[in-house]
T-cell receptor, first 114, second 117 residues
Framework: ETGVTQSPTHLIKTRGQQVTLRCSSQSGHNTVSWYQQALGQGPQFIFQYYREEENGRGNFPPRFSGLQFPNYSSELNVNALELDDSALYLC?????????????FGPGTRLTVL | AQKVTQAQTEISVVEKEDVTLDCVYETRDTTYYLFWYKQPPSGELVFLIRRNSFDEQNEISGRYSWNFQKSTSSFNFTITASQVVDSAVYFCALSVYSGGGADGLTFGKGTHLIIQP
């Protein structure tokens, strides 16, 4: 059974640029959630996708957007990058969107904005 | 709004000592789930336990045990006879029902546990 994978592992961008991060969910999982983890902090919920639709969103501006594809893989897009967007971006998949669902996390993408 | 507080930023103990990581949560919802995750240096969050708000039974899994007390809104995690491999950042997290589905997890800031040989 393949776990959650994310690409790329590391990324360096400059202010104002746009970035796309990718996530492949674990086999059999139909829900994907994205989190932002700043250095020394806990992960913060960005949004969740269930069956290709946004299912819930945290306190992030619209320049953070996402997609989920029919195979349940997902993308996180961030436009107009700011220095504070530098963080570890974690993707998590789960079998269902229920609140009790165990979320399986990927290794993350480390984004640095210069 | 939900909130999870892990007051201990860093704990350092010598191997074989017992250690307890504290977690206090806030929510107005009566139905919720609590989680603990471990984050080793590799960065990947590893699920440890899930507990629903209606089940206050303590749980033990090997050297790990969890104490859930609704009266104090706490969900503490104890490692018995700690080992160097337990060194990691540990996160407590909360999940509530938003009506349209589950909100994402609300995490605490984490406790960095250092086990010295």
């Amino acid at each position: 059974e393949t776990g959650v994978t994310q690409s790329p592992t590391h990324l360096i961008k400059t202010r104002g640029q746009q970035v796309t991060l990718r996530c492949s969910s674990q086999s059999g999982h139909n829900t994907v959630s994205w989190y932002q983890q700043a250095l020394g902090q806990g992960p913060q919920f960005i949004f969740q996708y269930y069956r290709e639709e946004e299912n819930g969103r945290g306190n992030f501006p619209p320049r953070f957007s996402g997609l989920q594809f029919p195979n349940y893989s997902s993308e996180l897009n961030v436009n107009a990058l700011e220095l504070d967007d530098s963080a570890l971006y974690l993707c998590a998949s789960s079998f269902t969107r229920g609140l009790s669902s165990e979320q399986f996390f990927g290794p993350g993408t480390r984004l640095t904005v210069l | 709004a939900q909130k999870v507080t892990q007051a201990q930023t860093e704990i350092s103990v010598v191997e074989k000592e017992d250690v307890t990581l504290d977690c206090v949560y806030e929510t107005r919802d009566t139905t919720y789930y609590l989680f603990w995750y471990k984050q080793p240096p590799s960065g990947e969050l590893v699920f440890l336990i899930r507990r629903n708000s209606f089940d206050e039974q303590n749980e033990i899994s090997g050297r790990y045990s969890w104490n859930f007390q609704k009266s104090t809104s706490s969900f503490n995690f104890t490692i018995t006879a700690s080992q160097v491999v337990d060194s990691a950042v540990y996160f407590c997290a909360l999940s509530v029902y938003s009506g349209g589905g589950a909100d994402g997890l609300t995490f605490g800031k984490g406790t960095h546990l250092i086990i010295q040989p």
